[in-house]
């Protein structure tokens, strides 16, 4: 809603203008008002921004003028009731059933999967896909600033975080939470999205016996997943010298899965990435699948299906990847 006589909505990739909206800017602050107040937060010229989850699970985030120049701004975003499956992601195109199958056997075998994508790819889904491969036994922590993953998990706790009160005290931030996660005893610690200081805590979870974990980042490419991640460590103020810092990714990180839209604006997964580790100060990377036009292959054919992977066989990897999804020691050919 970009104001009261101006409001769209996206559905199944498709984005529509409504031919009615709101009679006035009022009507439209009483209704963000309205939907504030379910959640336990609060919207006014004092605290004119709010991000929220709605009683149904919903993602709310609004802003008031005059933040908004043209009038109040509001975004709801609704997640489907029925999770999708992998099956279902390969009939859809999404990826083909090769990528499907390495994918599955890497959460299996508990190997540390970050999803990279920009706004509206579909993370967030793909992360709910790649849970379902999570053994029912493990205890599984989750870590949210506002609960959009659906896990079918029974030995599940979901952290949230929460905002500061009206007097600026109590608020509780992803950090913190992924820090109390390590005492909680987890087998995978899921982090929905990371995007500041939480990063060094969740590659350090990754690294100190907590193998398999998931999260989200946003990022247009592997690459820059790795320089963003890289950007988040040093903000946090954290005195670790940068090859330091490269040493932590390159052993936390295991696959990058980028996921993209395409000009439809369907989603797909558009490659699987090795972090094979640290080579001459570089975090050096491998592409096991990638989805391209190149060579003649027509737009939209699924993630390898084109057979341009750089294994032998969909489930026979190299190096690290090889290791841990076959027991061998790196650099063997299982």
Same mark, same amino acid.
């Given at each position: &809603?970009?104001?009261?006589?101006?409001?769209?909505?996206?559905?199944? *990739?498709?984005?529509?203008?409504? %031919?009615?909206?709101?009679?006035?800017? +009022?009507?439209?602050?009483?209704?963000?008002?309205?939907?504030?107040?379910?959640? *336990?937060?609060?919207?006014?010229?004092?605290?004119? &921004?709010?991000?929220? /989850?709605?009683?149904?699970?919903?993602?709310?985030?609004?802003?008031?003028? %005059?933040?908004?120049?043209?009038?109040?701004?509001?975004?709801?975003?609704?997640?489907?009731? @029925?999770?999708?499956?992998?099956?279902?992601?390969?009939?859809?195109?999404?990826?083909?059933?090769?990528?499907?199958?390495?994918?599955?056997?890497?959460?299996?075998?508990?190997? @540390?999967?970050?999803?990279?994508?920009?706004? *509206?790819?579909?993370?967030?889904?793909?992360?709910?896909?790649?849970?379902?491969?999570?053994?029912?036994?493990?205890?599984?922590?989750?870590?949210?600033?506002?609960?959009?993953?659906?896990?079918?998990?029974?030995?599940?706790?979901?952290?949230?975080?929460?905002?500061? @009160?009206?007097?600026?005290?109590?608020?509780?931030?992803? /950090?913190?939470?992924?820090?109390?996660?390590?005492?909680? /005893?987890?087998? /995978?610690?899921?982090?929905?999205?990371? !995007?500041?200081?939480?990063?060094?805590?969740?590659?350090?979870?990754?690294?100190?016996?907590?193998?398999?974990? $998931?999260?989200?980042?946003?990022?247009?490419?592997?690459?820059?997943?790795?320089?963003?991640?890289?950007?988040?460590?040093?903000?946090?103020?954290?005195?670790? %010298? $940068?090859?330091?810092? !490269?040493?932590?990714?390159?052993?936390?990180?295991? $696959?990058?899965?980028?996921?993209?839209?395409?000009?439809?604006?369907?989603?797909?997964?558009?490659?699987?990435?090795?972090?094979?580790?640290?080579?001459?100060?570089?975090?050096?990377?491998?592409?096991?699948?990638? !989805?391209?036009?190149?060579?003649?292959?027509?737009?939209?054919?699924?993630?390898?299906? +084109?057979?341009?992977?750089?294994?032998?066989? %969909?489930?026979?990897?190299?190096?690290?990847?090889?290791?841990?999804?076959?027991?061998?020691?790196?650099?063997?050919?299982?």
């Amino acid at each position: &809603m970009n104001g009261a006589n101006n409001v769209y909505v996206e559905s199944h *990739g498709v984005v529509s203008r409504l %031919p009615r909206a709101f009679d006035s800017d +009022d009507q439209l602050i009483a209704v963000i008002n309205r939907m504030v107040r379910l959640t *336990g937060r609060r919207i006014d010229q004092t605290s004119p &921004m709010v991000d929220a /989850r709605l009683p149904d699970g919903s993602r709310l985030n609004a802003v008031l003028p %005059p933040l908004t120049v043209d009038g109040p701004s509001v975004t709801i975003r609704k997640f489907t009731a @029925n999770n999708l499956t992998v099956a279902r992601l390969t009939e859809l195109g999404s990826l083909s059933p090769e990528a499907a199958d390495l994918l599955q056997l890497a959460v299996e075998q508990r190997l @540390n999967i970050l999803v990279s994508g920009g706004t *509206g790819t579909g993370k967030t889904t793909l992360l709910n896909v790649l849970s379902s491969f999570i053994d029912r036994d493990n205890r599984v922590i989750t870590v949210e600033d506002a609960v959009e993953l659906s896990l079918d998990l029974p030995n599940m706790i979901r952290l949230e975080t929460r905002p500061a @009160n009206i007097e600026g005290v109590g608020q509780v931030t992803i /950090r913190d939470l992924v820090r109390n996660a390590l005492r909680m /005893r987890p087998d /995978r610690i899921v982090v929905g999205e990371v !995007r500041g200081a939480e990063a060094l805590d969740m590659l350090q979870a990754m690294n100190t016996g907590h193998e398999g974990s $998931l999260s989200t980042l946003h990022a247009n490419s592997p690459r820059d997943a790795l320089s963003r991640l890289e950007t988040m460590v040093l903000l946090g103020g954290v005195d670790l %010298p $940068l090859r330091a810092i !490269r040493e932590q990714i390159g052993s936390a990180i295991d $696959l990058i899965v980028q996921v993209a839209r395409d000009v439809s604006g369907a989603r797909f997964v558009s490659s699987i990435t090795e972090v094979v580790g640290l080579e001459s100060d570089v975090i050096s990377t491998a592409d096991l699948f990638t !989805r391209s036009p190149v060579g003649g292959v027509a737009l939209g054919t699924p993630l390898g299906a +084109d057979g341009r992977v750089s294994i032998a066989t %969909p489930l026979v990897a190299t190096g690290i990847v090889c290791a841990k999804l076959h027991g061998v020691r790196s650099g063997t050919v299982a």
